[in-house]
């Protein structure tokens, strides 16, 4: 991969900060640096129950991406929460996931990504999903 096939212009205007959800470190490690080297304000968590303590704390996020496999909470349970509340009910969610077979019959995401995720593709699917 080249990095200008993934690089998205960074406007910090467009989206006022991603929440990443992933319970693997390397994993959130991986996206965060990405998302932030193309100019996002990023804020990771480990679980389900810490994300929305962090929506609760800092507001609505302009864009969720999230593993499905998370722990106690999965992804689909967080994006259900997220759904049901008035301020985060019309935020974008990526769904990543290593379930190739996943499907999403509550339409609860913009976008489901399946793992290992091109960088690419989530450039792709961010820009889609953030309307730019």
């Known amino acids: 991969m080249q990095t200008s096939e993934a690089?998205?212009?960074p406007k910090k205007?467009?989206?006022?900060?991603?929440?990443?959800?992933?319970?693997?470190?390397?994993g959130r490690e991986l996206l965060g640096e990405f998302l932030s080297f193309n100019g996002y304000e990023v804020e990771g968590c480990s679980s389900g129950e810490d994300a929305l303590e962090l929506?609760?704390?800092r507001g609505r996020p302009g864009v969720v991406i999230?593993?499905?496999?998370?722990g106690l909470m999965s992804g689909?349970?967080?994006?259900?929460?997220?759904?049901?509340?008035?301020t985060t009910a019309s935020v974008p969610i990526l769904?990543?996931?290593g379930h190739v077979t996943f499907e999403d019959p509550e339409r609860l995401?913009?976008?489901v990504l399946v793992k290992p995720v091109a960088l690419p593709?989530?450039?792709a699917a961010l820009r889609r999903a953030i309307g730019r």
């Open 66 to 70: 999230t593993d499905l496999s998370l």
């Open 7 to 9: 690089r998205i212009p």
């Open 95 to 97: 769904a990543v996931t």
């Open 13 to 26: 205007m467009d989206c006022a900060w991603v929440l990443l959800v992933d319970d693997h470190d390397d």
């Open 109 to 111: 995401f913009t976008a």
């Open 55 to 57: 929506v609760a704390r």
């Open 121 to 123: 593709d989530l450039a």
């Open 76 to 86: 689909s349970d967080l994006a259900r929460r997220l759904r049901r509340e008035t």
